[in-house]
């Protein structure tokens, strides 16, 4: 394998210079849920690297063969034990420096039980006032978190946001 620039491409990829296979590289899709209840959000406590002992939404990588959705609901299960009701794609958030984009959905919850998975120490549900900003795994969980806070608190219509981070 050699790294090239293949014909009538424009990026740079891995191609083997004996059958010309082109391996391309592609970003990583994490998709998640923003669970809710009422006034609070339901958090998870990472018992893994990378981030171990920070808070998080229940979110991963999507697997192949299924939607975007149900990768979200997968997810809520195994890291949250959770079966929360999704009622839109909330939050696009881009890190193209690391090649993944976060697909969040904001979903509702009945109850306050939970069963974390072993990806998850503890779960805890928390008003929007006391979010546990500066222990927050990611930025794309902040970002979630803020848009969130700012439009229920001003009681404003839930609406779906992008952003990109830039790495300083």
């Not at 990583?28 to 209840?37: D, H, M, Q, R």
Request: proline share 7%; hydrophobic share 40%.
């Amino acid at each position: 394998m050699q790294r090239c620039v293949p014909e009538h491409d424009t990026h740079e990829r891995w191609v083997c210079s004996a059958c010309a296979f082109i391996d391309y590289e592609n970003p990583k899709i994490i998709t998640g849920v923003l669970p809710v209840l009422g006034d609070e959000v339901l958090l998870c406590q990472r018992a893994i690297e990378p981030r171990k002992g920070l808070w998080t939404i229940p979110s991963g990588f999507m697997e192949n063969n299924e939607t975007v959705e149900a990768g979200a609901l997968r997810e809520a299960h195994e890291e949250a034990g959770i079966h929360p009701k999704i009622q839109q794609l909330y939050c696009l958030y881009n890190l193209p420096h690391i090649g993944q984009v976060y697909l969040l959905y904001l979903a509702t919850l009945d109850s306050k039980e939970t069963d974390p998975g072993i990806e998850t120490q503890a779960t805890a549900f928390f008003k929007l006032d006391a979010i546990p900003w500066d222990q927050l795994a990611f930025s794309a969980v902040s970002f979630a978190l803020k848009q969130y806070a700012s439009e229920y608190l001003n009681d404003k219509p839930f609406q779906l946001h992008t952003e990109t981070f830039k790495p300083e």
